[in-house]
């Protein structure tokens, strides 16, 4: 059942777009639980105490933006991070030939010809 091993139920939810963020609590000598990294998303898995740094606040808000920072629908991000979040903003992709040209001569005239 889905209680017994919540896998499978994490797979299809972020196959269909979500995202997942575990926070690990380890205490005194406790080793990591797998179960922690195989529910997360790649990249939005935290651990309170890691590498002999605590775990501060600012690294769970910066998940939180990242997993909830996407393009409209039908854009496409200028690239993706490692959280697969967009960066550099988003376009919305045209099958016009002509803009690049455009884009160039606008280009080139603001940069004073480079």
Do not use: H
């Not at 269909?16 to 898995?45: C, D, F, H, W």
């Not at 105490?49 to 496409?76: M, P, S």
Request: proline letters at 5%.
């Amino acid at each position: 059942t889905a209680y017994e091993d919540p896998s499978k139920v994490a797979r299809q939810f972020r196959d269909e777009g979500g995202v997942i963020i575990t926070i690990e609590y380890l205490q005194g000598n406790e080793t990591r639980i797998p179960m922690y990294k195989k529910l997360a998303s790649p990249n939005y898995r935290l651990v309170n105490y890691e590498n002999r740094k605590q775990l501060k606040a600012e690294a769970l808000r910066q998940l939180l933006c990242k997993a909830n920072c996407f393009c409209k629908r039908k854009w496409v991000p200028y690239s993706n991070d490692k959280w697969d979040a967009p960066e550099g903003g988003c376009y919305l992709p045209v099958k016009i030939s002509s803009t690049q040209r455009l884009a160039n001569r606008t280009c080139y005239r603001k940069n004073d010809g480079i």
